[in-house]
């Protein structure tokens, strides 16, 4: 019997695991230590009112037996579908409920798609990224072409075409850094994309989080999108559904290879692999389009915001450069004396209570940044923006 020996070639431990482990040791050797936790991003405020209406009325329903529901459709039900593919109709995209297929969170999903793929492709990750893409193709023994994301470029590299790659990541508003790809960005991947018939897998989970009227929410409002991408979307940031889990991925029909239409391959592989998401959390995430539930989170987002504007202030005042935090719930932040990203981690920890996340947790290219968050509470940021402004 052998283990899949590709898991001796990841790093220890998960980049958030890890960080939770550090701040549990320091809390151990400093009890009471008044920490803010600005790490994982990790939503705080709870769930939408319409939301936690919806699924107490389904809970009621599956107690019922007239309106109880066993195994769900693999791909959702078409209740959520629909209210999703009515919210694409929003920013002009034409997705149909058959290209749409619920899950339990982006994070599964973007790692899960892997497995209708074959290990013998070449796959192309921006550095820093969100270490889910580079870890899942690592178990898989896939060979990884890193493409770096800097301030040269904005955080938004554009493709390389003497590079060749077969599976492209893109997540945009971007984790970590926060950056936005600009339509024209993004005609630029898609372009390189179809032209060598590689599938890019386009990561939006914080579409929500965009205010600029210009930038794209989907890379499906990019021509050419559809023959050549694949869409993860999540309530986790957008609706608080972190704990809750609930989100969507979107293969398009004109997605084929192989004379195969990627769309059947995946639901073939749900159906194998999982019972689909529970009908109560469907509804939850149903009652996120309704108009109470559209108002509800933008209060929230609108809160975050209002947190990572505080926290660029206070960054501002201190004459440290940071990026995102406008389109993104993450502040990018650049660590101040050229400080390498987990001496600033331990820094911040030990003088300031903040946990941060370590830019080189995301890659190379994060060496020498650091990430906080505005998903805390807004009481908690203004601590956290006073103690930046007094230590450092
Ligand atoms: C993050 O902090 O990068 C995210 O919360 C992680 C995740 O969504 O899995």
Redesign the pocket.
């Known amino acids: 019997m052998k283990i899949n020996g590709n898991f001796n070639k990841l790093q220890d431990s998960y980049l958030?695991f890890n960080i939770a482990q550090k701040t549990s040791e320091f809390l151990k050797k400093n009890p009471g230590a008044p920490i803010i936790k600005m790490g994982?991003?990790?939503v705080t405020l709870p769930l939408p009112q319409a939301c936690v209406d919806a699924m107490k009325k389904a809970c009621d329903e599956m107690g019922v037996k007239e309106t109880f529901r066993g195994y769900c459709d693999y791909e959702g039900y078409e209740f959520l579908r629909q209210a999703i593919a009515d919210y694409y109709k929003e920013y002009g995209v034409d997705v149909s409920v058959d290209e749409i297929f619920v899950s339990d969170g982006a994070?599964s999903d973007v790692g899960n798609i892997l497995d209708i793929f074959s290990d013998e492709n070449t796959v192309l990750i921006p550095d820093p990224v969100?270490p889910?893409y580079v870890d899942t193709n690592i178990m898989a023994g896939r060979k990884i072409l890193y493409i770096d994301a800097n301030e040269s470029n904005g955080f938004t590299p554009e493709p390389d075409y003497n590079v060749k790659a077969d599976i492209i990541y893109l997540c945009s508003p971007n984790?970590?850094t926060g950056a936005v790809y600009d339509r024209a960005g993004l005609k630029k991947w898609v372009d390189y994309a179809n032209a060598q018939d590689a599938v890019i897998l386009f990561d939006a989970?914080y579409e929500a989080f965009i205010e600029d009227k210009d930038l794209p929410h989907s890379i499906f409002e990019i021509e050419g999108a559809k023959t050549c991408a694949i869409e993860f979307c999540s309530f986790?940031k957008t609706a608080g559904f972190t704990g809750t889990r609930c989100g969507y991925t979107v293969i398009p029909k004109e997605l084929v290879r192989e004379g195969r239409k990627i769309g059947e391959l995946w639901l073939r592989r749900q159906s194998t692999k999982y019972n689909g998401t529970a009908y109560i959390i469907q509804r939850g995430a149903e009652a996120v389009f309704t108009p109470e539930g559209r108002a509800q989170i933008k209060e929230n987002i609108d809160y975050y915001k209002r947190n990572t504007a505080i926290l660029s202030e206070a960054l501002s005042a201190k004459g440290i450069q940071y990026f995102g935090g406008k389109n993104s719930p993450y502040v990018w932040l650049k660590c101040p004396n050229n400080m390498k990203s987990w001496e600033f981690f331990d820094y911040l920890l030990t003088k300031c209570y903040i946990v941060g996340?370590p830019g080189s947790g995301f890659g190379k290219n994060g060496e020498g940044f650091l990430r906080l968050?505005g998903f805390g509470s807004y009481e908690n940021t203004l601590i956290a923006a006073e103690r930046i402004k007094n230590t450092l």
Do not use: E
């Open positions: 958030f994982i991003g990790d994070k969100y889910v984790n970590p989970a986790s996340t968050t």
